[in-house]
Nanobody, 114 residues
C-alpha cells in the first residue's frame, strides 16, 4: 500500500514561484522514480516532469527551463520548483509513481493570475 501526499500549491501572480512537494508513504521501491502530472478543468491530464532513481530528469516542453524537479530519496519526497509561472500553468498538480501507477494523491491546486 502506498499513500501520496502533495502540498505547496496556492495562488500566485504570473511571474511568481511555487514549490510543490510530494511525500510517499509505503512501499519504498515504488518511489525510486517519481513524476508530476497536472490537469486543468476541462482538459486532459498532462505530463509535467519526471525524475528517475539515477537522477535523470524529463520535462514537458511547456515547462522546460522554468520548472525544476528534485528528489530526496531518504524522505521519499519529490519536489517541483516552479518559477516564472504563467496563467496556463493553472491546474491541479498530482504526484505519480511510474513503477506503481495505480496510486494517486489528492493533488495540490496551483492558480496563476495574469
Amino acid at each position: 500500500q502506498v499513500q501520496l501526499v502533495e502540498s505547496g500549491g496556492g495562488s500566485v501572480q504570473a511571474g511568481g514561484s511555487l514549490r510543490l512537494s510530494c511525500v510517499g508513504f509505503g512501499v519504498t521501491s515504488c518511489m525510486y522514480d517519481m513524476s508530476w502530472y497536472r490537469q486543468a478543468p476541462g482538459k486532459a491530464r498532462e505530463f509535467v516532469s519526471r525524475i528517475n532513481s539515477d537522477g535523470t530528469t524529463m520535462y514537458s516542453d511547456s515547462v522546460k527551463g522554468r520548472f525544476t524537479i528534485s528528489q530526496d530519496n531518504a524522505k521519499n519526497t519529490v519536489y517541483l520548483q516552479m518559477n516564472s509561472l504563467k496563467f496556463e500553468d493553472t491546474a491541479m498538480y498530482y504526484c505519480h509513481l511510474p513503477r506503481c501507477p495505480r496510486y494517486r494523491g489528492q493533488g495540490t491546486q496551483v492558480t496563476v493570475s495574469s
